[in-house]
DNA sequence: TCAGTTGATGGTCACGTGTCCATTTTCGTT
DNA sequence: AACGAAAATGGACACGTGACCATCAACTGA
C-alpha cells in the first residue's frame, strides 16, 4: 500500500510536506507543491483514512439510519445525503431500523464501532435508544434527527411541517364538504411521538367534526396494515366520504383496499396522501398529495451536521422545520350526497 | 473513548487477554470470560474499527455502488445487502455513480480512501474504470460485479439471466401474435455492453421478426428518455403493437405517454416490463411483469463478498445469474386486427 | 549589516488495535 | 512426584496518519 512516505520520498520532500500538498496547499511553495502532486498521481497515493480516522478520534464517515430504504422517501433522502456528504469528503454508511428499536440498538452499535463522525436517524418509535444516543454524542459523534424526534431529545432536527400539513389537508377536504374523515395513522397513546397523529384529532376538533371511535384503530406505517384498516373503515355502516393516508407507503396498501372493494375514487370516497411517489400520478385518478421537499431536508441535514463537525461545534443544536406542499390532481372531490 | 485498555483494568487481566473474549473467546477460561464480558457492558465499550483497521489493512466495511438509488431495483439491492453484511459485523457503504463514469470514479476513489473491505459494484456503461478498479483489488480490496459486468472484467459477478429473460419476454409477445415489437432499451453500439439490448435483437431475429430501423432508437435508462422515445414509437405511421421495457424505471415513462396519447392497454398496445415495483400492479390495468429475484442477488453478492474476504482468498472469481419470473397481469394481448 | 519577522519545511509521537511470540499455569501420564 | 504437553495468559510492536513543535531560509527595515 502506497503511503505519504512513498510520496515524500519520491518528490524529495518530508512526509509532513508531502501531507501538506493535500490538507494544507496554500503553505507550499507552487514548485513543491507542484513535485508532490505529481508524485501523488504517478503513486495513485489516496490518503488512508482509517489511519486518519484513528488518530483523529473519528472517521470522515457519516452515518445515516432510516426507517425503511425501500420508501422512495427514504430513497431520496438517502441518496441526496450521500451526494451532500460525498461533496464534503465524506463517507456515508446506512442501516435501516425498520421501525425496530431492536434492530436499531445493533446499528447505533455498528456506527459507534466505526466511529462516525455524525448521525442522521430517523429513530424507531418509542425512546429506548435515546440513552445509548446520547452516550454517542458524549463519545464525539454529533448527532441530528430527521422525519422524526424523539421525546425529550436533546439534539436537533430537521422535520416536515408536520401539524402545519396535516391542518392544511384536512381543512381541504373539509372545504369540499367532508364531515366523514378517516386518517391513516397512528392513534396509540403511546406512540404519540408521531406528530401527524397528535396533529389529526385536534385539526377535526378545531373545525367541529367528529372522530368516531370507529375510525380511531392506527395503522402502522406499513401497506399491509394501511390496506387491512382501510378495508375495515370503508366496511363500516358510516364509511368515511374521504381518507387522509399519513404516508406514502400506507397509501399504496389504501388505494390497493379502495380498488379491491370497486369503489370509485374521487366519486365514493376522496383520497389525499403525504409523499408524491412515481405511481401517486400514474394511477386512476392521479393523487392528491401533499409533498415533502425532500431534497432540501436531506441538503440540509447533512449540511447542519458536517458544518458542526467541521467547526467542532458538537453542542450546537438546530432545529429547522420545512413546509409541504398540497398539489390537486383529481382524487379529491365533494362526497355524494346521500340519503 | 473507552478502550481495551480500561477492559482490560476493570476485569484485571490484560488487555490481550480482553481482546479474547470478544475475538476468541473459546480461548479463555469461563471465569475470565465472565469476567470481561462483565467489564464490557460495564464499561459500554465497543472495539475501535478505526484502529482494526489501520491494523488490518482494510476497513471491516463493504462498499456498495448502484447506478441510482431511487430506483427501487437499487432500493431494495441495497436494503438486502446491508442487511446481509450487518449480521456478519460489517458496516456498508453506499454511493450512486448515476450511469456516470465520472462521477464513478469518484465514489471509488472514496472507497479506496476508506480502505473498503469489499465492493459490490454496479459499473456504469463503458469501461473507463476498469483500471482503477483492478488497482483497488490489487491493493486488497475485492471486487464483484452485479446487475452488469465490465467488458473483458477478471471479476466475479452476479446477474440476472438477461438473455433468457429478454427471449421469454419477446417469445410470450410473439405467441401472443404480435409482430411489431419495440423495446426501451439501448441499440448503441459502443455500448453493447447491455446485455438485453444485445439480447434483443437477436431473438427478434431468431424469431423471425423485422427490427424496424425505426425500433432502433435507444433509450437511456432514465423515464424520461423512455417518455419520449415511447411518444416517437407511438406515432410512426406503422406503430408498434408491443412495448417492451428493459427496467421498471423506463416503464414508468412509457406508462405515462401510452396514458398521454389515450391509447388503451392491451387493446391498443400492449405493455410488458422487467421489474415488479409496487406501482405496476396498482395502475390499471396491472402490467405483466417480469421480475428479478432481487434478494436472492443481493444475498449471494454479500455472502461471495464475505466469504472471500474472510477467507482471504481475493483471487476467488464466483460468477452466478438467477433467473427472472414472467407474471401476466392483463397488460398484454393479441393485437387488434387491423386493416 | 543585523535583529526581528514571516514563510517554508522537517521531525516526533500517539491514536487502539491485531499479530506474533513469550511466559505462566494446568493437566495427564507414568 | 516428576515430567512434558497443552491450555491460558501476557507483552511488544507496527499499521499511516494528524497534531504539535522545531528548524531553517528569505525577507524587512533601520
Chains 1, 2 share one sequence.
Not at 502532486?37 to 480516522?53: C, M, S, V
Not at 436531506?298 to 458544518?307: E, H, S, Y
Amino acid at each position: 500500500m502506497t503511503t505519504i512516505h512513498d510520496v515524500a520520498r519520491k518528490a524529495g520532500v518530508s512526509a509532513t510536506t508531502a501531507k501538506r500538498a493535500i490538507n494544507e496547499p496554500q503553505l507550499l511553495t507552487k514548485a513543491t507543491l507542484e513535485r508532490v502532486t505529481q508524485a501523488i498521481t504517478a503513486l495513485n497515493y489516496e490518503p488512508d483514512r482509517t489511519a486518519g480516522a484513528l488518530r483523529r478520534g473519528h472517521s470522515h464517515t457519516i452515518g445515516l439510519m432510516v426507517g425503511n430504504i425501500i420508501e422512495p422517501f427514504f430513497a431520496q433522502l438517502t441518496r441526496t445525503v450521500a451526494k451532500a456528504v460525498h461533496a464534503r469528503g465524506y463517507a456515508l454508511i446506512v442501516a435501516d431500523n425498520e421501525y425496530d428499536s431492536k434492530l436499531e440498538l445493533e446499528n447505533l452499535r455498528m456506527f459507534h464501532g466505526h466511529r462516525v463522525s455524525g448521525l442522521i436517524v430517523r429513530s424507531a418509535f418509542g425512546s429506548g435508544n435515546l440513552e445509548y444516543l446520547k452516550r454517542l454524542h458524549e463519545q464525539g459523534t454529533y448527532i441530528l434527527e430527521i422525519d422524526h424526534f424523539l421525546a425529550d431529545s436533546p439534539f436537533g432536527h430537521v422535520l416536515l411541517e408536520n401539524a402545519e400539513c396535516v391542518d392544511m389537508g384536512v381543512r381541504y377536504l373539509h372545504d369540499l364538504g367532508h364531515k366523514r374523515i378517516a386518517a391513516l395513522t397512528v392513534f396509540d397513546a403511546e406512540k404519540l411521538q408521531d406528530e401527524r397523529g397528535k396533529a389529526f384529532p385536534n385539526v377535526m376538533k378545531s373545525l367541529g367534526l367528529r372522530l368516531p371511535k370507529a375510525y380511531q384503530h392506527g395503522a402502522t406505517l406499513s401497506e399491509e396494515g394501511a390496506y387491512s384498516l382501510t378495508l375495515q373503515l370503508l366496511r363500516l355502516p358510516e364509511p368515511p366520504t374521504a381518507i387522509f393516508s399519513m404516508t406514502g407507503n400506507e397509501a399504496a396498501g389504501a388505494f390497493r383496499a379502495i380498488r379491491e372493494l370497486k369503489l370509485r375514487i374521487p366519486e365514493d370516497v376522496s383520497f389525499l396522501t403525504f409523499d408524491d411517489y412515481s405511481w401517486t400520478s400514474l394511477v386512476d385518478p392521479p393523487l392528491d398529495v401533499i409533498i415533502q421537499p425532500i431534497q432540501d431536508m436531506g441538503l440540509a441535514a447533512a449540511k447542519i451536521v458536517i458544518d458542526a463537525i467541521q467547526s467542532r461545534d458538537l453542542k450546537k443544536v438546530v432545529r429547522k422545520r420545512f413546509p409541504g406542499t398540497l398539489i390537486r390532481r383529481g382524487s379529491c372531490a365533494p362526497p355524494k350526497k346521500k340519503k
